[in-house]
Structures are given as structure tokens and as C-alpha cells.
């Protein structure tokens, strides 16, 4: 990694649209050097070329629209897709800094917004939670953002020499498992997607507090390392009480500074362990243990979670209920199939916070194992469970002939691996230093500066 100084980054911000509406507010030129008036445009693709409209016309494969001034230009795009796939997905109007750049692919247009690396951290911390939050919490997820994203791009130079994978298909070996992982695709036309996928990027549109510019601004060029290379400093937003390893949910490979952690100050002796085990994972997810992400303050909250986070408050522990027609519906719509009459859901396999990374649904007309944690979130559910850190009760009148309903009990809000972002906003607001936020999370991580 260059130490020399800030790079650019890519972000992907809508892909495989026919048009989209945007505006130009202050000064721009065009991929041919012509300045462009602000205003209202729409770009539309007609066939492989890019018709833009407005205060001007443009056309071509590609085009950007540069600003002359980063503080002053911003530009609005409208209908922008947050929460991909997830209970809150909805369309924002969004306002950026910096280039926009118009692509014609196969699938419809690209657009990407292109920026320096430390601004689009300021949107990032504010996106994925609330810029209110305790300063070293924003200071904590500013060095962590930027590990992860850093890394990406040393990671995406081994994708493409084949070295490394970023996503499994389904093994064709045995039918009766469908065990897939997604990792950040190695995307060609940017560096990152402004979406849970990668990480929440909302522009300029949040609203930005002093403390999330102090916290950008103290940790300039921040990273973790360990063993010489940039951490791939992952983060979800519940662990649940203990974090996750990095190969119950992508690639199995061992990550050791993404090492299970569980969430207070010393290790939990009022529960048996490991949680791999069944019966230790039943009685840590069915009980409530002590933990910095076990809060219910809805006053902290309030000021750490964006809005549309605050629709979900069960967080550390959940309940969900499913009748059998459902849960057949369900699981027909989300995996393509017919499993017939569900007769049971067992945990097959689980990781180091009590996920289950396989699991085998019976039905009468067939048995399949699925995983890993973010298929079986998908499988079950019409957006996606909170985690897969669960267990199954049943509904069952001693007449039926099958379950009538299916209750899954949880814990946990994401993938669980690295940073537990409620779980560190406690920590600061209880008034640990980001260094120890850090320490807590990624063990044996140390902090470098890059630039």
C-alpha cells in the first residue's frame, strides 16, 4: 500500500438502471472539458450509448461531470436503493461531493461517484451510525472503515491474479447441500458499493456533527495491521455477546485477529462454552447474558443508531414465528425449492457465537444443509433474519401430522465478526478510548499511519 498520500475512491452508487434523474449544483465540466451548467439532468441508456439531458445534451459510453470546486459543487441523485434486500430497504434522494461518473453496461447504467478517501469516511461513520454517537466511537469506526476498505484494495490486486476467491457456488458434489459465502465482489467499475454489501456510504445527505469531522481529522491515514498487512476490519452491528470467527461466514481461512471475543470485560463464567456445542448455544441464546451490546437504553440508542435502525430494537435477542404454510412459501420463494411439508430445522453446525454456519431443513419431500450464516439468513426469511445465531421450537397439537409452526429464537444482529458496533458505542460512552475499542475487538492488531 502507498504511504505516500490520500488515494481516490470509487463508489459504486446505482448499477443495472435504464436512467436515473440527478443535479448539478455549481460548477462542472464534462468528459470533453466543457463546462455544464447546473441544474436538472436525466440520463437514460439507448442501447450502448448514454444520452444525458437537461441544461445541455451529452452522449457517449462513459461520462463525468468533474467538479471545480470540491467544497462548493455537489450533486443530487435521486432514487438511490439503502438496505438492499433488507427489512428496510427503501429509495432516498442523496446529495455528493465530488465526480460523478455515468457508465453504460450490460445489465443498464452504472453510476459512481468518485472522491477523496478521508471525505467519503466522514459520510461512512455518519451512515452506519449516527453521527451523534460518542466521539471515540466515531473514531474507533473512522480507523476501522478505513482498514476495511484499504484493504479491499489490496485484496481485489489478488483477485485478480486468481489467488484469492471472493464468493462460493453451490458444491456440485452432493445435491443435498447448497453451502455458499459472499465476500465483497470484486467490482470492475469501482472500489465499493454505498450499501450494507460494502459499507453504508449516503454522501453528504446525513446530517454531519462536529464530532464526526474531529473524529476523520484525528485519525487521518489510521489503520490497523497485523503481521505487516492492513486488517480486513470487519464489523456488524449486534454481536450478540460474542463475536464471530471470519470462516463461519466467508472463506475458510483463519483470520487471527478476527478472533471470538466475548463482549465485556472478562470471560463469561455463568455459561458453558464453546457454542459450538448445542446444548451450551441453547442456554447462551434463550438466556440474556451480561454484555456491552446488551443495552436498553433507549436514550443511547437513539443517538448511536440512524433512523431506520431504530425500526429494529430486539437486536440482542429476537423472536421470530412462522406457520408451516410460511415457512414452505418462504423457503420455495428464496431457494427455489419445494420442500414440502416442513417437518424439522436443525442446527448441523455452528461457530465460535453460537451461528449456525449449516443447517439441515427436513421436508417431505426432501432434505437439504444449507450455508453459511448469510445463505441460511436469506433462506429463511423474505429479506433476511437479524442472524443466524438461533434455535428452533415447534408448534405441534399431538393430532397433527406435521409442525403447525416453527418459533426462532435469537441473538444478534449480523454476521458478528470484528467490530460490534452497539457493543462499542457502550464501551464509549462508558468512556473507553478508541485504542481500547480497538483492543477489545481485533486482538493483536496494532495501529500504523499510512499517510
Same mark, same amino acid.
Request: net charge negative.
Given at each position: 500500500? #502507498?504511504?505516500?498520500?490520500?488515494?481516490?475512491? &470509487?463508489?459504486?452508487?446505482?448499477?443495472?438502471?435504464?436512467?436515473?434523474?440527478?443535479?448539478?449544483?455549481?460548477?462542472?465540466?464534462?468528459?470533453?472539458?466543457?463546462?455544464?451548467?447546473?441544474?436538472?439532468?436525466?440520463?437514460?441508456?439507448?442501447?450502448?450509448?448514454?444520452?444525458?439531458?437537461?441544461?445541455?445534451?451529452?452522449?457517449?459510453?462513459?461520462?463525468?461531470? #468533474?467538479?471545480?470546486?470540491?467544497? %462548493?459543487?455537489?450533486?443530487? @441523485?435521486?432514487? @438511490?436503493?439503502?438496505?438492499?434486500?433488507?427489512?428496510?430497504?427503501?429509495?432516498?434522494?442523496?446529495?455528493?461531493?465530488?465526480?460523478?461518473?455515468?457508465?453504460?453496461?450490460?445489465?443498464?447504467?452504472?453510476?459512481?461517484?468518485?472522491?477523496?478517501?478521508?471525505?467519503?469516511?466522514?459520510? @461512512?461513520?455518519?451512515?452506519?451510525?449516527?453521527?451523534?454517537?460518542?466521539?471515540?466511537?466515531?473514531?474507533?469506526?473512522?480507523? @476501522?472503515?478505513?482498514?476495511?476498505?484499504? !484493504?479491499?484494495?489490496?485484496?481485489?490486486?489478488?483477485?485478480?491474479?486468481?489467488?484469492?476467491?471472493?464468493?462460493?457456488?453451490?458444491?456440485?458434489?452432493?445435491?443435498?447441500?447448497?453451502?455458499?459465502?459472499? #465476500?465483497?465482489?470484486? +467490482?470492475?467499475?469501482?472500489?465499493?458499493?454505498?450499501?450494507?454489501?460494502?459499507?453504508?456510504?449516503?454522501?453528504?445527505? &446525513?446530517?454531519?456533527?462536529?464530532?464526526?469531522?474531529? !473524529?476523520?481529522?484525528?485519525?487521518?491515514? *489510521?489503520?490497523?495491521?497485523?503481521?505487516?498487512?492492513?486488517?480486513?476490519?470487519?464489523?456488524?452491528?449486534?454481536?450478540?455477546? *460474542?463475536?464471530?470467527?471470519?470462516?463461519?461466514?466467508?472463506?475458510?481461512?483463519?483470520?487471527?485477529?478476527?478472533?471470538?471475543?466475548?463482549?465485556?470485560? #472478562?470471560?463469561?463464567? +455463568?455459561?458453558?462454552?464453546?457454542?459450538?456445542?448445542?446444548?451450551?448455544?441453547?442456554?447462551?441464546?434463550?438466556?440474556?447474558?451480561?454484555?456491552?451490546?446488551?443495552?436498553?437504553? &433507549?436514550?443511547? /440508542?437513539?443517538?448511536?443508531?440512524?433512523?431506520?435502525?431504530?425500526?429494529?430494537?430486539?437486536?440482542?435477542?429476537?423472536?421470530?414465528?412462522?406457520?408451516?404454510?410460511?415457512?414452505?412459501?418462504?423457503?420455495?420463494?428464496?431457494?427455489?425449492?419445494?420442500?414440502?411439508?416442513?417437518?424439522?430445522?436443525?442446527?448441523?453446525?455452528?461457530?465460535?457465537?453460537?451461528?449456525?454456519?449449516?443447517? *439441515?431443513?427436513?421436508?417431505?419431500?426432501?432434505?437439504?444443509?444449507?450455508? *453459511?450464516?448469510?445463505?441460511?439468513?436469506?433462506?429463511?426469511?423474505?429479506? +433476511?433474519?437479524?442472524?443466524?445465531?438461533?434455535?428452533?421450537?415447534?408448534?405441534?397439537?399431538?393430532?397433527?401430522?406435521?409442525?403447525?409452526?416453527?418459533?426462532? /429464537?435469537?441473538?444478534?444482529?449480523?454476521?458478528?465478526?470484528?467490530?460490534?458496533?452497539?457493543?462499542?458505542?457502550?464501551?464509549?460512552?462508558?468512556?473507553?478510548?478508541?485504542?481500547?475499542?480497538?483492543?477489545?475487538?481485533?486482538?493483536?492488531?496494532?495501529?500504523? %499511519?499510512?499517510?
Amino acid at each position: 500500500m #502507498d504511504r505516500q498520500g490520500e488515494p481516490r475512491i &470509487k463508489v459504486g452508487l446505482i448499477n443495472g438502471v435504464q436512467s436515473v434523474r440527478f443535479e448539478l449544483r455549481g460548477a462542472f465540466k464534462n468528459s470533453n472539458g466543457e463546462t455544464v451548467q447546473d441544474g436538472n439532468y436525466i440520463a437514460r441508456l439507448n442501447e450502448q450509448e448514454i444520452i444525458v439531458e437537461g441544461d445541455g445534451r451529452f452522449t457517449g459510453a462513459i461520462i463525468h461531470f #468533474d467538479p471545480l470546486d470540491f467544497a %462548493t459543487c455537489s450533486i443530487t @441523485v435521486h432514487d @438511490v436503493i439503502i438496505g438492499v434486500n433488507f427489512h428496510w430497504q427503501r429509495k432516498e434522494t442523496q446529495v455528493f461531493q465530488g465526480s460523478q461518473k455515468i457508465i453504460a453496461e450490460a445489465g443498464g447504467l452504472t453510476i459512481i461517484n468518485e472522491l477523496p478517501l478521508e471525505a467519503y469516511l466522514v459520510s @461512512v461513520i455518519s451512515s452506519e451510525m449516527s453521527a451523534t454517537c460518542p466521539p471515540e466511537l466515531l473514531a474507533a469506526h473512522a480507523i @476501522v472503515s478505513r482498514s476495511w476498505l484499504l !484493504a479491499q484494495l489490496e485484496n481485489a490486486k489478488l483477485i485478480t491474479q486468481q489467488r484469492r476467491a471472493v464468493s462460493s457456488d453451490a458444491p456440485t458434489i452432493n445435491p443435498d447441500e447448497i453451502i455458499k459465502w459472499y #465476500d465483497r465482489e470484486n +467490482h470492475a467499475s469501482f472500489d465499493a458499493c454505498a450499501d450494507d454489501h460494502c459499507q453504508r456510504y449516503q454522501g453528504i445527505s &446525513k446530517a454531519f456533527s462536529p464530532a464526526a469531522f474531529a !473524529a476523520i481529522e484525528a485519525t487521518r491515514g *489510521k489503520v490497523l495491521f497485523y503481521d505487516e498487512a492492513i486488517c480486513d476490519a470487519r464489523y456488524s452491528k449486534s454481536c450478540g455477546g *460474542k463475536s464471530e470467527v471470519y470462516a463461519a461466514a466467508w472463506e475458510d481461512r483463519d483470520v487471527p485477529y478476527l478472533s471470538p471475543v466475548y463482549d465485556w470485560t #472478562d470471560e463469561n463464567e +455463568h455459561f458453558a462454552m464453546p457454542l459450538t456445542d448445542e446444548t451450551n448455544a441453547e442456554a447462551w441464546i434463550t438466556a440474556s447474558p451480561l454484555a456491552y451490546c446488551n443495552t436498553q437504553s &433507549k436514550e443511547l /440508542l437513539a443517538r448511536i443508531l440512524p433512523n431506520f435502525d431504530q425500526e429494529t430494537m430486539d437486536f440482542y435477542r429476537w423472536r421470530v414465528r412462522y406457520t408451516q404454510e410460511e415457512l414452505q412459501e418462504i423457503l420455495r420463494t428464496r431457494t427455489g425449492i419445494d420442500f414440502g411439508a416442513i417437518l424439522s430445522i436443525e442446527a448441523v453446525g455452528r461457530g465460535e457465537s453460537a451461528r449456525i454456519i449449516r443447517l *439441515k431443513i427436513t421436508g417431505t419431500n426432501c432434505t437439504v444443509i444449507i450455508g *453459511k450464516e448469510l445463505e441460511i439468513r436469506r433462506a429463511l426469511s423474505r429479506s +433476511h433474519l437479524y442472524s443466524s445465531a438461533f434455535v428452533v421450537r415447534t408448534e405441534k397439537a399431538d393430532t397433527a401430522e406435521y409442525p403447525e409452526a416453527f418459533v426462532l /429464537l435469537g441473538a444478534g444482529w449480523g454476521h458478528g465478526v470484528g467490530l460490534c458496533q452497539i457493543g462499542a458505542a457502550v464501551m464509549a460512552d462508558k468512556g473507553f478510548k478508541h485504542e481500547q475499542i480497538l483492543a477489545h475487538y481485533f486482538r493483536g492488531a496494532e495501529l500504523q %499511519t499510512l499517510y
